[in-house]
């Protein structure tokens, strides 16, 4: 595992135990850290984010759990983009919930974000996505399922000074191992501000 990933997944481990009250038990874990160079085309920002989503389409139970610091402009929206030509490159329409996550702190340039959605609800996706794929939730369950174990999907924040995006990240599935236990999180004892100064040193090294 690389050192990128390593920290990747640190830091992101540590938003799900900021988070944990939001866990679900059989959903599979995607991570990510965010940064302004990952956006197409990169940018420059020095903000940093950390970024954990569950999924269980089974049970239609998504959850995004989200940390973000130091953006250059205002925040304006955020969403889960799929599905990209290639894992972990180019753009793709937005999938889920438009304009932005339902509660998602906006006019800001540090924040933390956790909610759930039911994928049962058309409500919880962008409507371009739905028609794009049966127009149905079942379809964009399944399309949204395939994006992310493929690693064709990208959680995106946009800002005022980056209205298309200021940092973004491409969401990977986590190892089930690596996946603390709901009674192990308190023990980790870290909160947003260690996880996003530990993901900004590594990013440095």
Request: charged share 10%; proline share 6%; with cysteine.
């Amino acid at each position: 595992m690389t050192r990128q990933r390593t920290s990747a997944w640190a830091a992101a481990a540590m938003l799900c135990a900021a988070t944990a009250a939001a866990s679900v038990a059989n959903a599979a874990t995607y991570t990510t850290i965010l940064t302004g160079p990952k956006e197409a085309p990169p940018n420059t920002s020095a903000a940093i984010g950390a970024a954990a989503v569950q999924f269980d389409a089974g049970t239609h139970v998504l959850v995004i759990n989200a940390a973000f610091s130091a953006l250059q402009g205002d925040s304006t929206a955020a969403h889960i983009h799929c599905c990209t030509d290639a894992p972990g490159l180019g753009n793709a329409g937005v999938a889920t919930q438009t304009p932005t996550f339902d509660g998602f702190p906006l006019g800001v340039h540090t924040g933390a974000y956790s909610h759930t959605f039911d994928t049962s609800l058309a409500a919880s996706w962008n409507p371009a996505f739905l028609s794009a794929n049966g127009g149905t939730t079942a379809g964009a369950e399944a399309a949204f399922l395939a994006g992310l174990n493929s690693g064709e999907a990208y959680l995106n924040i946009h800002s005022s000074a980056y209205p298309s995006g200021e940092i973004r990240g491409f969401l990977a599935l986590a190892p089930a191992a690596a996946v603390p236990e709901p009674g192990s999180f308190a023990m980790l004892g870290m909160g947003l501000p260690a996880m996003l100064m530990l993901a900004r040193r590594r990013r440095k090294t």
